[in-house]
């Protein structure tokens, strides 16, 4: 099974993204999608996470009211809508996925992860 992210880029602050993670080879049903970032120097941190059919989401603080997650089960795709981007917002996006329990917010509770797409937010 690979995850597939892109949809990275250069953009200005203010300005939206949208990000996609397909995942692909053995047809498999991921619980629990998620996504992740990480800047230079810096841990990485969750950002948001939606469940199988996506009746739960959760988002960090930090993005919360600008980034939307959402899922297309039919394409094994999940999305991350970024809006009002900023400088901060700039880093490595990684999405991840589970097949056990519900969104999850620890990297140790993610089996699968894709390879990153860089997002950066210049003024």
């Known amino acids: 099974v690979q995850l597939q992210a892109f949809g990275g880029g250069l953009v200005q602050a203010g300005g939206s993204l949208r990000l996609s993670c397909a995942a692909s080879g053995r047809t498999f049903f991921f619980n629990v999608m998620g996504w992740f970032r990480q800047a230079p120097g810096k841990e990485r941190e969750f950002i948001a996470a939606?469940?199988?059919?996506?009746?739960?989401?959760s988002y960090a603080d930090s993005v919360k009211g600008r980034f939307t997650i959402s899922r297309d089960n039919a394409k094994n795709t999940v999305y991350l809508q970024m809006n009002s981007l900023k400088l901060e917002d700039t880093a490595v996006y990684y999405c991840?996925?589970?097949?056990?329990?519900?969104?999850?917010?620890?990297?140790?509770?993610?089996?699968?992860w894709g390879q990153g797409t860089q997002v950066t937010v210049s003024s």
């Open positions: 939606i469940n199988w059919n996506g009746s739960t989401t």
């Open positions: 991840a996925a589970r097949n056990r329990g519900s969104t999850a917010i620890a990297t140790t509770d993610y089996d699968y």
